[in-house]
């Protein structure tokens, strides 16, 4: 067998004035052919694993280029069309082939192009013809559009939010690939719409529950190969937004397409009751300054994640920090090349004037003016993400005169996936009462063990968090919350 595989990946927050370049995919993931590194990212796992599986079947693997960049705002239609032009040049030379593994996100948005994925998809499905399987990792947080449906012979998706699974789902295609290409199964896929959008935590219920009914639906239905939950990306403003169920089966349409609408009206029946709880910057800085000595509390910045697309520089839980003569703080992290470059001409040791943050976009806070001293500088600062490495740049660690109060500004975007983040700039994260980190959820399994509270905090508005007041213009209109009862009748989800 002659498997092409390759990954080509990032998550459009169309409302983010950050727009994406071929840097930006360089500065966090640019391996062209066989220079993928041994460690996966979060959407590329398929390579990897395709190293694996294919030398112990004794398959040829012909890689293309894998490309990553952190989340932010449209893809510039040049970097877009040049890396998809790469990897398709890439797979006309490999031919024939008898399957494409890709690594997708399933979120992206280029100029020109409200469906990136769908538009790649279904040009490699022309090179290869009807014939050739072709399947795809994607993150839930992702748009299933029917053109991607169409091009595709079935995909997997991460279960968990925290995506601690991306690998074990890249497995999973695998498996199922290997089988089809081996001929014991014909994996076809049934998809139902569950009208609505909505934030999935898996650290939680309901939806812990409902993920391992999934698990345990595929290990004791023998039809089943495959279950999936595209939660959606509510940041994306495309016609196809919104959350479905995929069923992936081995040649039982009608089984599959029963059970994804079952699956999918649970999670409608539950709308609204998966996000977490979550507190405004005033509760979330008192709660955890009345916390006893112990564990820090975790304050989570949820819709300032550069995860989402935002730039991860919102000042508001800072300067309600400083207001309230907090003690104990660090704060990881502030995005700002600027001041970082400003804090590496200083040198560690030096006290600088100094402004940052909050100026990226309205609704998140003010600047900080302050005197610092620079405590630590780190060139080409990392973090870990389960297996994965994670850069945020130079960076610099600053503690704000006059108060108990360290910040680590970086320069390259990345939402805090680990307190590796703090120990990075030589801050050990046990020793603070408060760690200030920038995820929607994606810090839990990390922060989690550390934490003695976690609290889930909104402060400003850098994120378009509210489906039903987003100001979107392409989204369609008959998904909740934008109306209240999307199905509108009593055999709901009768299509």
């Known amino acids: 067998m002659r498997v092409f595989t390759a990954a080509l990946a990032t998550?459009?927050?169309?409302?983010?004035?950050?727009?994406?370049?071929?840097?930006?995919?360089?500065?966090?993931?640019?391996?062209?052919?066989?220079?993928?590194?041994?460690?996966?990212?979060?959407?590329?796992?398929?390579?990897?694993?395709?190293?694996?599986?294919?030398?112990?079947?004794?398959?040829?693997?012909?890689?293309?280029?894998?490309?990553?960049?952190?989340?932010?705002?449209?893809?510039?239609?040049?970097?877009?069309?040049?890396?998809?032009?790469?990897?398709?040049?890439?797979?006309?030379a490999a031919l024939p082939v008898d399957a494409v593994v890709l690594g997708l996100h399933g979120a992206m948005v280029a100029?020109?192009?409200?469906?990136?994925?769908?538009?790649?998809?279904?040009?490699?499905?022309e090179i290869v013809g009807p014939g050739v399987l072709v399947c795809a990792e994607l993150d839930p947080h992702s748009h299933l559009t029917a053109k991607r449906v169409a091009a595709a012979d079935f995909f997997t998706v991460f279960k968990e939010f925290p995506h601690t699974d991306f690998v074990d789902r890249a497995e999973d295609l695998w498996r199922i690939a290997v089988d089809a290409l081996e001929g014991r199964v014909r994996p076809v896929m049934s998809v139902f719409d569950c009208r609505m959008i909505d934030v999935f935590?898996?650290?939680?219920?309901?939806?812990?529950?409902?993920?391992?009914?999934?698990?345990?639906?595929?290990?004791?239905?023998?039809?089943?190969?495959?279950?999936?939950?595209?939660?959606?990306?509510?940041?994306?403003?495309?016609?196809?937004?919104?959350?479905?169920?995929?069923?992936?089966?081995?040649?039982?349409?009608?089984h599959g397409a029963a059970l994804a609408r079952r699956l999918g009206m649970e999670l409608y029946d539950n709308r609204g009751r998966h996000v977490m709880p979550i507190l405004d910057e005033t509760e979330a800085v008192a709660r955890a300054m009345a916390a006893p000595a112990g564990r820090p509390v975790v304050i989570a910045d949820v819709?300032?994640?550069?995860?989402g697309g935002t730039a991860g520089d919102a000042t508001v839980l800072l300067g309600e920090l400083m207001a309230r003569g907090?003690?104990?703080?660090?704060?990881?992290?502030?995005?700002?090349?600027?001041?970082?470059?400003?804090?590496?001409?200083?040198?560690?040791?030096?006290?600088?004037?100094?402004?940052?943050?909050?100026?990226?976009?309205?609704?998140?806070?003010?600047?900080?003016?302050?005197?610092?001293?620079?405590?630590?500088?780190?060139?080409?600062?990392?973090?870990?993400f389960g297996e994965s490495l994670v850069p945020f740049g130079d960076s610099a660690r600053v503690r704000l005169e006059g108060t108990d109060i360290e910040v680590i500004l970086n320069s390259v975007r990345a939402q805090s996936f680990d307190p590796s983040l703090f120990d990075?700039?030589?801050?050990?994260?046990?020793?603070?009462?408060?760690?200030?980190?920038?995820?929607?959820?994606?810090?839990?399994?990390?922060?989690?063990?550390?934490?003695?509270?976690?609290?889930?905090?909104?402060?400003?508005?850098?994120?378009?968090?509210?489906p039903a007041r987003t100001p979107y213009r392409k989204v369609r209109r008959d998904i909740w919350p934008i109306p209240a009862d999307p199905f509108g009748d009593p055999e709901r989800g009768e299509e």
């Open 11 to 92: 998550e459009t927050n169309t409302f983010s004035p950050i727009f994406v370049d071929r840097r930006g995919f360089e500065d966090s993931l640019y391996a062209p052919p066989g220079q993928h590194p041994e460690t996966p990212t979060l959407c590329t796992a398929p390579v990897t694993v395709g190293r694996r599986v294919c030398r112990e079947k004794g398959w040829t693997l012909i890689e293309g280029t894998a490309a990553w960049a952190d989340p932010a705002g449209l893809v510039s239609r040049a970097t877009y069309e040049g890396l998809r032009d790469e990897i398709l040049g890439q797979l006309e």
């Open 111 to 125: 100029a020109g192009y409200d469906d990136p994925e769908g538009d790649l998809l279904t040009r490699i499905r």
């Open 201 to 254: 935590p898996t650290s939680r219920e309901p939806m812990r529950g409902f993920v391992d009914r999934m698990l345990a639906i595929e290990r004791d239905d023998p039809l089943v190969l495959s279950l999936s939950a595209i939660h959606g990306f509510m940041a994306g403003d495309v016609p196809e937004m919104g959350t479905k169920m995929i069923a992936v089966t081995d040649g039982a349409p009608e």
């Open 303 to 307: 819709w300032d994640n550069p995860g």
């Open 326 to 384: 907090a003690e104990g703080v660090a704060v990881g992290t502030i995005w700002d090349p600027m001041a970082v470059r400003l804090c590496f001409v200083a040198g560690e040791g030096a006290t600088i004037p100094l402004r940052f943050g909050a100026k990226s976009a309205p609704f998140t806070g003010a600047p900080i003016d302050a005197t610092v001293e620079v405590l630590r500088l780190a060139a080409g600062a990392e973090m870990r």
């Open 424 to 466: 990075a700039l030589g801050i050990d994260p046990l020793e603070k009462k408060i760690l200030v980190i920038k995820s929607t959820n994606h810090f839990y399994a990390a922060f989690a063990p550390i934490a003695s509270e976690v609290i889930y905090c909104s402060a400003g508005r850098p994120y378009p968090n509210d």
